[in-house]
């Protein structure tokens, strides 16, 4: 038996799915046709899904070397969908299959939801063409027999969408696990880890199988049989059969993928470079050399793509766990300055709020606290500052002693010239470290209970503004303490560091607007989908994918003992302010693809500026421990641990960083060169212009409205992105060569200001927002569009391009100022301080998007009752049908709107009485409404039934719409006296 690919399957699925696109665009009102109409998002996305699915199994054993064996078995589990699809029957009929000796492969297993489901859209596909080959034989055919075909086919597509919709109620797990022959050996592993680990990491351990067995041209029983005994014969995580199904596909192609980033790119810059040194035009040559960096951007953009179409990521395996072990006490430490009032009541009542709803067993939580820079080591209201906050951790752990916090007193320091927590942040990281296990350190714990040195195993540590939940924690942990997870930590040139295993887990980051202090354009476009900041999202799945490593941004779950032993007291004093990269290099990071945490994000451009300015300078202080020897926080000096690739990895963000300032330079020199110096601009602009096409090609078939949500469309964010691209140009390029040169004069010259940091509240404190300050605090960038504009003055083809490119930087501080603004309208109202106020304003605002969906949706051209629901995709939509219970809820929206004065008494009661009216004369039984109402002619549609569960809504929203009428009085006695008869 061989292999066939899925090329021809999927074809069949595409073939059939025209079928249905086609019955679907004739808008005919038949029975078949109400099935497809009502289903046909359901099935865009089925069939989407499905297609993907088979493309990335791409091939599977076949019989009759056309089509895979599964689809015929899929066919004869399916039928015409005239029999009820459940676990029993699928594995009844796999189980039959397999009585022969032929087994089916795990691909086969994993890919049986697809293509049962592939198996469903074919029929609906077949019932579909057979409907149209029946209206274009009409001409010759009875209305009789006309109807009939028309009854066969709705009948037939009616199965199978429910059969569809029946597999999203199968546990497919449970039938891999009951028909892999595999799945037997798994079960034996030596480690006895294997049935304690969760449902995703036994399907990557299954698909890993596959994967060995295919290389090895092996079949998976044997291959897992081998495996196992070589477990067997193991020590250690060496025992557990997954050490092996992960070690034979690691990927170590980090040194590589960068060798093909700065191969390529140094390939070509050198090619342009030699073609314009050629040309005699020094202008050229230049900005051909300046061109290097802006086409590394283009490689890492078009190589990154290219490897996340053809790379699937691992997911880290992970332990399933209904409590966390005795062995693994974790502590969630939230990290912040107090500074009293608002800010520190938001923070206790955020560790409040996840003491009662993520509080567990053996999990503490706590407020890890420094006080504000002072000139003095104790400044006037620390004492008011710390009283409040002890008593606020008292009530908190009243009756717990699992919620803490801790504070130290300020250390005067060298390089900032004042009194400071020691090391800022790291150093409040490191001492809670010491502190957890009985080591020397200057915290002061309040609240909870003393705490035995060592009882502690991870901490998660988050920012103030990060969100998390309670099953991230679960999965989190469950992730640290499974053996391949745990960290094993080796000498290398004689220092300890993390060679196996993980010190450090990272999730996904994304941004969270709900905490954002103010609602503004600029926080809509630059973070309500992609956002722009590479520490604030931690994308790094796909370097993760080749490495197996990730890159640590600060937030994530940290193995005590891992990180005492590697990276405290490793690195010297007063220098490291970004250390987030370097202690993931020295942890060996582990990157959670399937869990993502939420972050806060500065309320402005200015913000933003603050927090990229200290970033950048943090990236640049950084890289001293790139250096072949390092100096220890004792002053001693040892080797450096650290490989070329991790290196690496701490220059990338100052490489990416420093990027602008490159293509800045690149293009005014290439457009005032003349000749081909347009062309050369266009090199400098590759990665910018590959990212248009890219997201173009990506967004074809996305809509575009966006309803009442506020955030822009597709469209829009892809015209700011490229706007933003060009005109934040000058500004990156200036504010980033200001950044690095502060750095390197305090590293090498002054040896102050090194650990200068603001934090977010600070930094939303700093600015007015007038468009003076904006254009003041971009002056270098104004001042070089100036230059760029002097420079048109050489003439060249290229000065029309550097004129716009001038005026789009000169003009950039402004249009920042006037989408930072903020508008009192109702979607853009900064929240108000009074948080019962603000709880009542988001759920008013909650009401109001239920209400706009009724009143544009809900008038006489739906007979004033509610439509369904309401389609954007393929095309807009209205579903012309109504139910019991979509009445019910209109009737309760309507009364909503009307206390909530949305709506005048006019129009409430104009409304409420084309709706009884409409309800009055739609066709009853037993004066019960039928469950679905065509609102086209108002007839009953087939097949006509009375539902006790609609009814039921129907009947509670009269009753409650008749209490709320009589409440308001009289006026609308004869409203509820029509109700009544209804009722």
């Known amino acids: 038996m061989k292999n066939v690919s899925l090329k021809k399957t999927i074809k069949l699925i595409d073939d059939s799915f025209l079928y249905i696109e086609d019955i679907y665009s004739q808008r005919r009102r038949t029975p078949e046709f109400i099935w497809i109409n009502d289903n046909i998002i359901k099935l865009t996305r089925i069939k989407k899904s499905v297609v993907a699915g088979l493309k990335k199994r791409r091939e599977l054993p076949s019989d009759d070397g056309d089509y895979p064996r599964l689809l015929s078995l899929c066919k004869s589990i399916i039928g015409d969908g005239d029999v009820a699809i459940t676990e029993d029957r699928i594995k009844s009929a796999l189980g039959e299959f397999q009585s022969s000796g032929d087994y089916l492969t795990v691909g ?205 990521p691992d997911i880290l395996p992970r332990l399933r766990i209904d409590r966390v072990p005795d062995n693994a006490k974790t502590m969630v430490v939230i990290t912040t300055l107090l500074f009293g009032g608002k800010h520190d009541e938001q923070i206790f009542e955020k560790l409040a709020r996840y003491r009662e709803v993520l509080g567990r067993e053996n999990v503490a939580f706590a407020i890890l606290a420094d006080l504000p820079d002072s000139d003095t080591e104790t400044a006037p209201g620390d004492e008011d500052i710390l009283r409040v906050a002890k008593e606020r951790i008292s009530e908190i752990s009243r009756g717990r002693d699992d919620v803490f916090l801790f504070t130290r007193p300020r250390t005067y320091s060298k390089s900032e010239g004042k009194y400071i927590g020691r090391e800022r942040k790291r150093g409040e990281q490191e001492e809670l470290i010491a502190y957890l296990r009985g080591e020397e350190n200057t915290l002061t714990a309040h609240g909870g209970r003393n705490i035995v040195p060592g009882e502690y195993r991870y901490i998660i540590a988050l920012d103030e503004d990060t969100e998390i939940t309670r099953s991230d924690i679960e999965r989190m942990i469950g992730t640290a303490i499974h053996p391949l997870n745990e960290p094993v930590i080796s000498s290398r040139r004689g220092y300890p560091v993390v060679t196996d295993g993980y010190g450090v887990i990272q999730p996904m980051m994304t941004a969270s607007l709900k905490n954002s202090r103010k609602w503004n354009k600029y926080l809509k476009y630059m973070y309500a989908c992609e956002g722009r900041e590479a520490y604030a999202f931690a994308q790094f799945s796909l370097y993760a994918a080749l490495t197996g490593v990730g890159i640590f941004c600060g937030k994530g779950l940290i193995d005590i003992n891992a990180y005492a032993v590697t990276v405290s007291g490793a690195f010297p004093r007063e220098q490291i302010l970004s250390h987030d990269i370097a202690e993931g290099t020295r942890l060996r990071c582990g990157c959670l693809s399937d869990i993502t945490l939420t972050d806060g994000v500065p309320s402005g451009f200015l913000q933003h500026a603050v927090r990229a300015d200290r970033w950048l300078r943090g990236d640049v202080q950084a890289l001293v421990l790139c250096r072949r020897r390092i100096r220890g926080a004792d002053g001693s000096v040892y080797k450096n641990p650290l490989r070329p690739t991790e290196k690496q990895r701490l220059r990338e963000p100052v490489i990416a960083a420093i990027t602008p300032i490159f293509r800045t330079l690149a293009l ?316």
Request: with cysteine; charged share 20%.
């Open 668 to 983: 005014i020199l290439s457009l005032m060169s003349g000749g081909y110096g347009c062309l050369l601009a266009l090199v400098a602009s590759f990665d910018i212009i590959y990212g248009l096409f890219y997201s173009i090609i990506a967004g074809i078939g996305v809509p575009r409205r966006v309803y009442r949500c506020g955030l822009p469309d597709y469209y829009s964010l892809l015209y700011f992105n490229l706007y933003y691209s060009f005109a934040s140009l000058a500004y990156a390029a200036t504010s980033a060569a200001s950044a690095w040169y502060r750095a390197i004069i305090r590293m090498k010259i002054t040896g102050r200001g090194l650990l200068e940091w603001k934090t977010a509240v600070a930094a939303e404190g700093l600015f007015r927002g007038g468009a003076g300050e904006y254009y003041a605090r971009t002056s270098a960038s104004v001042a070089l569009a100036v230059v760029a504009l002097l420079c048109t003055i050489a003439g060249g083809a290229g000065a029309p391009i550097l004129f716009i490119l001038a005026a789009l930087w000169a003009s950039f501080p402004y249009v920042m100022y006037r989408m930072c603004e903020n508008k009192n309208d109702a979607d853009m109202e900064e929240e108000p301080d009074d948080e019962p106020t603000a709880q009542k304003r988001l759920l008013r605002r909650f009401a109001a998007d239920i209400w706009n969906y009724f009143e544009d949706n809900v008038g006489a051209h739906t007979g004033w009752l509610p439509p369904d629901n309401i389609a954007t995709i393929p095309d807009d939509r209205i579903a012309m049908r109504t139910s019991p219970t979509n009445i019910g809820m209109y009737l309760l929206a309507l009364l909503s709107a009307r206390d909530f004065g949305f709506i005048s008494d006019t129009l409430f009661y104009s409304r409420l009485d084309s709706t009884i009216s409409a309800i009055e004369k739609l066709p009853k039984w037993h004066g019960n409404l039928y469950n679905w109402y065509n609102l086209e002619d108002m007839s009953v549609m087939f097949p006509s039934y009375v539902s006790s569960v609609d009814s039921g809504n129907f009947l509670t929203s009269l009753v409650a719409l008749k209490n709320g009428l009589i409440e308001y009085g009289e006026y609308y006695k004869p409203l509820v006296e029509r109700i009544e008869v209804i009722i």
């Open 108 to 312: 086969e297993l994993f890919s049986l939801r697809d293509m049962l489901a592939a198996r469903c859209l074919i029929g609906i596909g077949d019932a579909c063409r057979d409907a149209t080959l029946n209206f274009s034989q009409g001409e010759m055919a009875t209305a009789v027999d006309i109807a009939e075909m028309h009854s066969s086919a709705s009948s037939l597509v009616g199965r199978l969408i429910k059969t569809l919709y029946k597999l999203d109620s199968i546990d497919f797990t449970s039938i891999f696990e009951a028909i892999s022959i595999t799945e037997s050996e798994f079960l034996l592993d030596p480690a006895g880890v294997y049935v304690n680990c969760d449902a995703d990491t036994k399907n990557m351990y299954r698909r890993k199988l596959a994967e060995i067995a295919k290389r090895s041209h092996a079949g998976e029983y044997e291959t897992a049989k081998r495996l196992r005994s070589i477990a067997e014969r193991a020590e250690g995580r060496q025992r557990h059969i997954g050490y092996y199904l992960m070690k034979y596909t690691e990927r170590g192609a980090g040194a590589l993928y960068f060798a093909i980033i700065y191969g390529a790119t140094l390939v070509f810059c050198l090619a342009i470079s030699a073609a314009a040194y050629a040309s005699g035009n020094t202008l050229l040559f230049f900005a051909a050399l300046l061109s290097f960096l802006p086409l590394r951007a283009f490689f890492v953009r078009i190589i990154n793509d290219i490897l996340s179409h053809k790379i699937t």
